[in-house]
């Protein structure tokens, strides 16, 4: 608790955490520690840390936290503290999270709604703008990943997602549509050289 005290008072002593290796023992606590209470402090604390800058989630993210948050938040034995802590964290770190390739662990059709729109939200951002991180986008699966999550009408998960495809060639998004190997076999299946 007391690295997320001095973390939250101000980004220069959040660095200062950083600087001073902070953040790997707290994520060791939150993954390996058996008691919620602590869990829940641990990933409060880190929290504290990304919420600052874009760098100070860079470094939070580069020390594989996001999917141990996730994990956290999902896992049906952890008290509500505990799921409540590391969902805030995860929102306030991705959030300030520009650093795409540490946000492609948490993009994936089973990770819950409530996070994706704050995932999703941040390609959305960040990939109309950067050519580099649209082809790794394709390279590394995430277009693919992305068409296969089923988001409500009107929701902000559906806004991003669209934002997201329009970064593309209509017939590259089709391409990655789980629904279109059926239509490229059916146009094998009729042509004819």
């Known amino acids: 608790m007391t690295l997320g005290y001095i973390s939250a008072f101000s980004d220069t002593l959040a660095l ?31 929290g504290q840390i990304g919420r600052h800058t874009p760098e100070h989630a ?12 996730l ?3 999902l896992d049906r034995d952890s008290s509500e503290d505990l799921k409540m802590k590391a969902k805030r964290s995860l929102k306030s770190i991705i959030m ?11 993009l994936h059709q089973n990770a819950p709604h409530n996070i994706l729109k704050y995932v999703c939200g941040q390609f959305a951002k960040i990939l ?8 790794e986008f394709v390279a ?31 017939e590259i998004v089709e391409y990655f549509d789980p629904s279109t190997p ?12």
């Open 96 to 106: 300030k999270c520009v650093h795409l390739p540490a946000l492609e662990p948490l």
């Open 16 to 46: 200062a955490v950083v600087v001073s290796r902070g953040i790997m023992p707290l994520g060791h606590a939150l993954e390996k520690e058996t008691e919620d209470h602590l869990r829940a402090a641990a990933a409060w604390s880190l």
């Open 128 to 135: 109309p703008n950067d050519i580099g991180a649209k082809r």
């Open 182 to 193: 059926n239509t490229f076999l059916d146009k094998i299946d009729v042509y004819q050289s």
């Open 71 to 73: 994990d956290a938040y």
């Open 58 to 69: 860079k470094s939070v993210a580069d020390c594989n936290i996001l999917p141990k948050l």
């Open 140 to 170: 590394n699966r995430g277009l693919a990943t992305l068409q296969q999550i089923k988001a409500e009408p009107g929701s902000k998960l559906q806004e991003a997602i669209m934002i997201i495809n329009k970064c593309y060639p209509p």
